[in-house]
């Protein structure tokens, strides 16, 4: 018996007797040629086009990598809120002050 990859909604996998199933979501064509998905996560029963949540390498990698874009869009906002801030202290007549004073409260 050969196992097939998980297929897709646009590339299926093809099943027969002889197939085993993939763990995981797939879609797959049944031997009349119809169209069908096999839903291995809660997310893909209730909506066969929502995110697959099998808890499989690609869906970890797919999960950690939109992950890590947000963090890095908060990190990119994050900076640009810290160096238009840092350059009104600095421009400020009081900002050598505010800085001793800041280092200070945060000593605490």
């Given at each position: 018996?050969?196992?097939?990859?998980?297929?897709?909604?646009?590339?299926?996998?093809?099943?027969?007797?002889?197939?085993?199933?993939?763990?995981?979501?797939?879609?797959?064509?049944?031997?009349?040629?119809?169209?069908?998905?096999?839903?291995?996560?809660?997310?893909?029963?209730?909506?066969?086009?929502?995110?697959?949540?099998?808890?499989?390498?690609?869906?970890?990698?797919?999960?950690l990598t939109e992950k890590l874009r947000a963090l890095?869009?908060?990190?990119?906002?994050?900076?640009?809120?810290?160096?238009?801030l840092s350059d009104v202290?600095?421009?400020?007549?009081?900002?050598?002050?505010?800085?001793?004073?800041?280092?200070?409260?945060?000593?605490?």
């Amino acid at each position: 018996m050969t196992t097939p990859a998980a297929g897709s909604r646009d590339n299926p996998v093809t099943t027969t007797v002889e197939t085993v199933l993939p763990v995981g979501c797939f879609w797959f064509l049944d031997p009349d040629g119809t169209l069908c998905l096999a839903p291995g996560c809660t997310a893909r029963i209730q909506d066969p086009d929502a995110q697959c949540l099998c808890d499989t390498l690609a869906a970890r990698l797919d999960h950690l990598t939109e992950k890590l874009r947000a963090l890095q869009a908060r990190q990119e906002t994050a900076d640009k809120w810290w160096h238009a801030l840092s350059d009104v202290v600095n421009e400020h007549p009081d900002g050598q002050t505010i800085l001793t004073a800041t280092h200070t409260r945060r000593h605490r």
